[in-house]
């Protein structure tokens, strides 16, 4: 498998293994017209043997609460003229907004979609997120690296 190295563009390494897809899709990465690389199950000495890479061929616009929220461990290398520019590391952000629903019924964002969905990180260690209006715990199936 040949892919080419990026003159210009992102790099996001040291994805958890299988978490790759799911920042593609909630990063809307299908709708550039830029190629996009998307590596899964490579090997890794840093984790338990396996991670996935996305390479953006192009400096685009990140939401890196998205990101950090999906997976704070990964980092992010922004590439210029062939070479490391900046590297990231990300963590969970304080603040999410329409990345997750709140499943409380009685919730105000139930009831009048236009609000936005906004939580709020409460406990950091756990990471857990609760609804900005209601105090509802998120509802996911995220687990910390």
């Not at 830029?34 to 192009?58: M, Y």
């Not at 329409?98 to 709020?120: A, D, G, Y």
Request: proline share 4%.
């Amino acid at each position: 498998m040949i892919i080419d190295s990026i003159e210009n563009g992102i790099v996001i390494d040291h994805i958890c293994a299988g978490k790759g897809m799911e920042l593609y899709n909630v990063l809307n990465l299908e709708r550039l017209t830029c190629p996009v690389a998307l590596l899964k199950n490579v090997s890794s000495l840093r984790r338990s043997g396996k991670k996935d890479i996305i390479k953006i061929d192009e400096l685009i616009n990140i939401d890196w609460d998205i990101l950090g929220y999906i997976d704070p461990s990964c980092t992010v290398n922004i590439i210029k003229n062939g070479k490391v520019f900046e590297k990231k590391l990300l963590e969970l952000p304080e603040k999410i907004i329409n990345v997750i629903k709140c499943n409380n019924p009685r919730c105000i964002t139930s009831v009048e979609l236009s609000i936005p969905q906004v939580f709020k990180l409460t406990e950091k260690e756990s990471g857990v997120y609760r609804c900005a209006y209601c105090e509802t715990k998120a509802n996911t199936t995220k687990k910390q690296p």
